[in-house]
């Protein structure tokens, strides 16, 4: 719709991909301050590394950064090739 009354394909995909992590960033910041919470609490439970473990955090954070970009992505690649012309006729 938005590219009917003449938003840039860039922009488009632009605006997904920006939502999306913002969305993301936002729920791994909370994940990462929960897990550091319940870390401290379920301590004697964890074997081989800390509560805080720095590797831990970085490789999940990164891991699941990856995924919510690829999530992003496609969906945003695929929104920017729909023509305008057809999205208004099946509306």
Do not use: K, N, Q
């Amino acid at each position: 719709m938005r590219m009917a009354i003449g938003a840039h394909a860039a922009d488009i995909f632009r605006m997904i991909i920006g939502e999306g992590l913002t969305l993301s960033l936002t729920g791994l910041a909370l994940g990462l301050v929960g897990a550091l919470w319940l870390g401290r609490a379920g301590s004697s439970l964890l074997f081989g590394v800390t509560a805080s473990d720095p590797l831990t955090f970085t490789t999940v954070s990164l891991l699941l950064m990856t995924v919510a970009t690829a999530a992003c992505y496609f969906p945003a690649r695929r929104a920017t090739r729909v023509d305008p012309i057809v999205a208004l006729r099946v509306t």
